[in-house]
Antibody, heavy 120, light 110 residues
Framework: QLQLQESGPGLVKPSETLSLTCTVA??????????WGWIRQPPGKGLEWIGN???????YYNPSLKSRVTISVDTSNNQFSLKLNSVTAADTAVYYC????????????WGQGTLVTVSS | QSALTQPASVSGSPGQSITISCTGT?????????VSWYQQHPGKVPKLMIFDVSKRPSGVSNRFSGSKSGNTASLTISGLQAEDEADYYCFSYTTSSTWVFGGGTKLTVL
């Protein structure tokens, strides 16, 4: 059974860097069949795609966040991470890691989500 | 990139059918058959309901169907049930190799 689990600080100060890790169990993040990425949802608002990486090593980011976001991969621990710098209150959200099938629009597995609050 | 346009809310009575639209551009919805739909109940993780415009994952009721015409994708729910009350989001690939969500639609079952 595939499981994705987000981890990281639940509180980040304004102007600092938000860092989250997604640990994957039950599948390899180097699989050529899937891509892995991050999606967020501010409280009471809609979903926003942040970015994802491909097994080839390519990464793609939401243009509105591109200057502040980095997704990196730790294949030895089957994890991938999100870093978002210079955060503001607008970055307060539930952050989900998720899996999407290559060549499809199917985001079929999601983590449970983790709330990150940006506040001093 | 701008969020895809969905109606903020739709409603229907049990047993009826409703359709939720998702309007984009020729650079996203209209460009590929890579549109999916997600159902999200309050406090819950989004659930995949339709992918690649009209494909239904195993385990999803056949009351849910998807289609696309030009730059607009649609999700239809037939035989509306109380448990269908939730938020629904569309999601599309773009010509910039990025992805974009719709703003979301709140479905109320009267």
């Amino acid at each position: 059974q595939l499981q994705l689990q987000e981890s990281g600080p639940g509180l980040v100060k304004p102007s600092e860097t938000l860092s989250l890790t997604c640990t994957v169990a039950g599948d390899s993040i180097t699989s050529s069949s899937y891509n892995w990425g991050w999606i967020r949802q501010p409280p009471g608002k809609g979903l926003e795609w942040i970015g994802n990486f491909y097994y080839s090593g390519s990464t793609y980011y939401n243009p509105s966040l591109k200057s502040r976001v980095t997704i990196s991969v730790d294949t030895s621990n089957n994890q991938f991470s999100l870093k978002l710098n210079s955060v503001t209150a607008a970055d307060t959200a539930v952050y989900y890691c998720a899996r999407r099938g290559v060549g499809t629009s199917s985001v079929d597995y999601w983590g449970q989500g983790t709330l990150v609050t940006v506040s001093s | 990139q701008s969020a895809l346009t969905q109606p903020a809310s739709v409603s229907g009575s049990p047993g009826q059918s409703i359709t939720i639209s998702c309007t984009g551009t020729s650079s996203d919805v209209g460009a590929y058959n890579y549109v999916s739909w997600y159902q999200q109940h309050p406090g819950k993780v989004p659930k995949l309901m339709i992918f690649d415009v009209s494909k239904r994952p195993s385990g999803v009721s056949n009351r849910f169907s998807g289609s696309k015409s030009g730059n607009t994708a649609s999700l239809t729910i037939s035989g509306l049930q109380a448990e269908d009350e939730a938020d629904y989001y569309c999601f599309s690939y773009t010509t910039s190799s990025t992805w974009v969500f719709g703003g979301g639609t709140k479905l109320t079952v009267l």
